[in-house]
């Protein structure tokens, strides 16, 4: 069985940065495999934050940003505000099928 | 603007079934697939697998036990999902989500989100 693993929690200053990874027991992960990041907040439904490793919606902040590191895929997030505080959960493609990450819960404090 | 309303909570008896819907609004509802996707509560999200709304095939996650199936009615822009033998680990919200992009080839991100639907089974 498949497993996409992701930091449980990671806490980040205000106007600090950090970067959460999503990794795959196949493998290194790679652009084939499509990494999507998306952002939940309490009571919400989820939304699509990155997709296609890189690619940015028109409501994505500049100050987030999707890549490839060390056979990961990576979601960095560069000065961050209290508002960014959030569950993050990458999605990745496999032939056909996808699976979700377990989800980072990131804490702003 | 796309939207998707999903229909309200449901209560169900174990072993029973459910359909939940999912209705499409405010863009053309055979040039997106339907993602399904659930959250137990307290867990994260979890993939069902996805409907094609021009063929209507579905493609179910890997794992799947068979009791899921998705459907359409394409003359009111609406996807459905049928859950049978309900388990108590079946409750949970379940989202469906507008695949944007080539969802047969895993290059689609799912935007818009439906706002949830509840489904509760008590033993």
């Known amino acids: 069985q498949t497993v996409v693993t992701q930091e449980p929690s990671l806490t980040v200053s205000p106007g600090g940065t950090v970067t959460l990874t999503c990794a795959s027991s196949t493998g290194a992960v790679t652009s084939g495999y499509h990494p999507h990041w998306y952002q939940q907040k309490p009571g919400q439904a989820p939304r699509s934050f990155i997709y296609?490793?890189?690619r940015k919606h028109s409501w994505t902040p500049d100050r987030l940003s999707g890549s490839l590191h060390g056979g990961k895929a990576a979601l960095t997030l560069s000065g961050a505000l209290p508002e960014d505080e959030a569950d993050y959960y990458c999605?990745?493609?496999?032939?056909?099928?996808?699976?979700f990450g377990g989800g980072t819960k990131l804490t702003v404090l | 603007q796309a939207h998707l309303v999903q229909s309200e909570s449901e209560l169900r008896e174990s072993g029973a079934s459910v359909k939940i819907s999912c209705k499409a609004s405010g863009y053309s509802f055979s040039s997106n697939g339907i993602n399904w996707v659930r959250q137990a509560p307290g867990h994260g999200l979890e993939w069902l697998g996805w409907i094609n709304t021009i063929t209507g095939n579905p493609t179910y996650a890997q794992g799947s036990t068979g009791r899921f199936v998705f459907s359409l009615d394409t003359s009111v822009s609406a996807a459905y999902l049928e859950i049978n033998g309900l388990q108590a680990e079946d409750s949970a919200i379940y989202y469906c989500?507008?695949?944007?992009?080539?969802?047969?080839?895993?290059?689609?991100?799912?935007?818009?989100w439906g706002q949830g639907s509840l489904v509760t089974v008590s033993s």
């Open positions: 296609d490793t890189v």
């Open positions: 989500a507008r695949g944007v992009g080539f969802c047969s080839d895993g290059n689609c991100y799912l935007d818009p």
């Open positions: 999605l990745l493609y496999y032939n056909g099928s996808r699976i």
